[in-house]
């Protein structure tokens, strides 16, 4: 079955240090996003990327960093420059030309920074 | 910018019964989409309805529905005969109309509880 797969489904992270979420999907989307979810409030958008080795930052991207290596892959790196990371991340894609205009998305990674 | 406004951060209805979740966007685009998307505590976001702005026909699908107000650009969700199953955090989403990759705009939130 087509889908999109995040892991890991929970992450711990001490102060300092960076780490890599990873999203993987095989629905043969070109652009892929990262949004963060913090209680009570909306999905707000990291980083998205329209095609290979091309990507933007969001409304929210400082902190983050991102790359797009390969069509099917769009990982997180959340480093140590962001200061409140503690957050549940999702990753989401959409077809670039045509298609369904929604996006479909993985099922999320929890962060917690100890 | 655009924004999304979920004016109702908790709603609850009775099983078998119907309710309406609301929804105002912001916007100086004539060519857009709205969605509400689910997420159930698995924390899965899940598609429930999507609305082209140009239709001016409400999309429906089987128990949920919406009211698509462009002029007064609000978009409310109904959801009839509630069942158990519903209970989640609705979003209601916006996403410009133009090609390519296009970032979803989200509301605050609402969530659903249905009581048996």
């Known amino acids: 079955d087509g889908g999109i797969t995040q892991s890991p489904k929970y992450l711990f992270r001490k102060e300092g240090q960076n780490v890599t979420l990873s999203c993987e999907q095989n629905?043969?989307?070109?652009?892929m996003y990262w949004y963060r979810q913090d209680p009570g409030q909306g999905l707000r958008l990291i980083y998205y990327?329209?095609?290979?080795?091309?990507?933007q930052k969001g409304d929210i991207a400082e902190g983050y960093s991102v790359s797009r290596e390969k069509k099917e892959s769009f990982p997180l790196t959340v480093t140590s420059a962001q200061k409140n990371p503690t957050a549940f991340y999702l990753c989401?894609?959409?077809?670039?030309?045509?298609?369904?205009?929604?996006?479909?998305f993985g099922p999320g990674t929890r962060l917690t920074v100890l | 910018a655009q924004t999304v406004t979920q004016s109702q951060p908790e709603m609850s209805v009775q099983e078998a019964e119907t309710v309406t979740l609301s929804c105002t966007y912001d916007t100086s685009e004539s060519d857009y989409y709205l969605f509400w998307y689910k997420q159930p505590p698995s924390r899965q976001m899940i598609l429930v309805i999507r609305?082209?702005?140009?239709?001016?026909q409400n999309a429906t699908e089987n128990r949920f529905s919406v009211n698509f107000q462009k002029a007064a650009k609000s978009f409310s969700l109904k959801i009839s005969d509630s069942q158990l199953g519903d209970a989640a955090m609705y979003f209601c989403a916006y996403r410009s109309g133009s090609q390519g990759a296009q970032k979803l705009v989200f509301g605050q939130g609402t969530r659903l509880t249905i009581n048996p």
């Open positions: 609305q082209e702005a140009y239709k001016q």
């Open positions: 990327s329209q095609i290979v080795n091309d990507f």
């Open positions: 989401a894609s959409s077809k670039f030309w045509g298609g369904l205009p929604q996006q479909f």
């Open positions: 629905l043969n989307h070109d652009a």
